[in-house]
């Protein structure tokens, strides 16, 4: 979550999704921070979208009710034609019988009580027991899902659960998965596996691109700088424990991957602070960089990129990742492209989530002039989005190298 500056002055600060704080949402690893109440009640986006939970019915259970209404209709429709038929009966046959002693002055209730006997007589065409004898085998079979050794997870030691036990019967009516192999078939496990670096390509049959090329090109320096946009291009934040171990949050399993690849490559992220000052640590040297602008990923744009400094040399540089179609034509001409065709070609027939990974130098003046142009994009009541889009666009106008992919 980025924060508010805790300074009142002139800077405008526009309200967007990375300084807003959602209702049920949990601030964490921040020991402090300053806000103001926007929305509250049930003004704010969870209590609007709050409704009454529906509840949910099987297959057999929609088909009990329909049938116990058709039942009742019809209990209903026998009730009221022998209840009427036994009155007319009375009235002309039954007061003449004096061994039914009949009362010589009628009640009020006495067109009533042959209908209601009726009622009584048919009150067992309604099946209740069908209800109580399928919940109790709604029961039995959940827990024969809960002591299933075959949907056991033994990598988080997790058996199955049945949650919901109205709804399990409704698994044997399952006729189609659609899924996707984003995360479903991925088991949201990503894996670096292979890569291309200007041209060369790293990883063979077991997927082993970390120890190629730890071994052959670790002092490359495309190798270098493509780590280097591994380990800075993202939003992960560093988590330092007791015993000096880090470990990493990410908003995306694919972010936690690259920069837990870069780290097993001596590209390790020892730090984000809130000013944001990343250091990244390699080969035992330690290099500071300030993150400036971050410009997330959008379904428009297909990239995300990060504008850093680093501290030392005040350089400037934008990083980016993304997909092919969007990374690709803005690389400069002269590259390898024949071969990086083929890498993305070959990675994808092997079913593997592929991402290019870019970057260029940026000069002071070009930054600070782009830098105005978001500001008041970002701050614009007017059209923010389009002209935030045209902003990105602007700082992509030149082309710039494209260190290689990975997947």
Request: proline share 4%; glycine share 6%.
């Amino acid at each position: 979550m980025r924060l508010f500056p805790p300074i009142i002055d002139n800077e405008k600060c526009p309200l967007t999704i990375n300084n807003t704080l959602l209702q049920s949402c949990y601030l964490r690893y921040t020991e402090w921070a300053c806000g103001v109440a926007i929305y509250t009640g049930n003004e704010t986006k969870s209590g609007m979208s709050r409704g009454t939970a529906e509840s949910k019915l099987t297959a057999a259970d929609s088909m009990i009710d329909k049938l116990t209404v058709a039942i009742f209709v019809f209990q209903i429709a026998v009730v009221l034609l022998l209840g009427l038929a036994g009155n007319i009966w009375k009235d002309s046959h039954g007061r003449k019988l004096w061994y039914l002693m009949y009362p010589a002055e009628r009640p009020w209730y006495d067109f009533l009580v042959i209908p209601l006997r009726f009622e009584l007589l048919c009150s067992i065409m309604i099946p209740i027991s069908i209800k109580v004898t399928l919940d109790l085998a709604k029961g039995v079979y959940a827990k024969f899902i809960d002591c299933d050794d075959q949907m056991f997870d033994p990598e988080t030691n997790t058996p199955a659960h049945s949650a919901n036990t109205a709804i399990s019967e409704d698994l044997g009516q399952v006729e189609y998965i659609l899924s996707d192999k984003t995360g479903t078939l991925t088991e949201n496990r990503m894996i670096f596996k292979r890569c291309c670096i200007s041209g060369v390509l790293y990883g063979d049959n077991t997927g082993d691109a970390l120890k190629g090329i730890n071994l052959f090109s670790i002092n490359d320096p495309d190798v270098v700088k493509f780590l280097m946009v591994m380990a800075l291009c993202n939003t992960v934040v560093p988590i330092k424990s007791n015993d000096d171990t880090i470990s990493y949050k990410a908003q995306s399993q694919d972010e936690e991957a690259l920069v837990n690849a870069a780290s097993n490559l001596n590209m390790l992220l020892t730090s984000k602070d809130s000013s944001g000052i990343a250091e990244i640590c390699f080969n035992g040297s330690k290099f500071c960089y300030e993150v400036l602008d971050v410009l997330e990923f959008t379904s428009d744009r297909k990239r995300m990129s990060i504008v850093v400094k680093e501290v030392k040399s005040g350089k400037f540089l934008l990083l980016s990742k993304g997909a092919d179609e969007a990374i690709f034509p803005r690389s400069c001409p002269g590259q390898q492209t024949k071969t990086y065709l083929e890498a993305v070609e070959m990675y994808s027939h092997l079913g593997l989530r592929t991402l290019c990974l870019g970057c260029r130098d940026l000069g002071e003046d070009e930054y600070k002039e782009w830098s105005k142009k978001f500001q008041d994009a970002s701050c614009s009541l007017d059209n923010r989005e389009l002209r935030a889009r045209y902003s990105h666009s602007w700082y992509h106008r030149h082309r710039g190298p494209s260190p290689g992919w990975c997947a």
